[in-house]
């Protein structure tokens, strides 16, 4: 699947690492070239310095053949049948949601999650394998 990533934060970085590995076609971008960093040595994807708002740089990254963009920064509307966009506020997130962008609200989610913990005495499984309580495999790389 070819995938654009905009933003290149720990979660950027860290999905964009994870999805490269399981073998998608990963473009990440970031205005920072020290963002890039969070990449590590064995990412074999692509990541370009520029700006996810502007319209040569998202050409570039190859949007016009992405099966899924994902946004990590402020919100932006790419031409593509798939967006997400991660957001912590959950009004504007509610918002985003009702103009038909998926979302991903960080604060529902931590709060849900949290919610789960008090009621169960532990957190649910989460799909696709990826741990409630971290993942330290990426110290090796610090």
Request: glycine share 10%.
């Amino acid at each position: 699947m070819n995938i654009i990533i905009v933003g290149c934060g720990r979660v950027g970085a860290r999905l964009a690492s994870r999805l490269a590995a399981q073998g998608h076609n990963v473009t990440i971008l970031d205005e920072s070239r020290e963002a890039f960093l969070r990449l590590g040595t064995d990412f074999s994807g692509i990541s370009i310095q520029g700006s996810g708002l502007e319209v040569e740089i998202l050409e570039r990254a190859g949007t016009r053949n992405a099966e899924v963009v994902i946004a990590l920064t402020g919100g932006h509307k790419f031409g593509v049948s798939r967006v997400v966009a991660r957001l912590h506020d959950p009004v504007r997130a509610a918002t985003f949601h009702e103009m038909g962008i998926e979302t991903l609200c960080t604060t529902t989610v931590i709060e849900g999650l949290l919610e789960c913990y008090v009621r169960n005495n532990d957190f649910p499984t989460l799909p696709c394998e990826v741990p409630v309580y971290g993942d330290a495999s990426e110290l090796s790389a610090l």
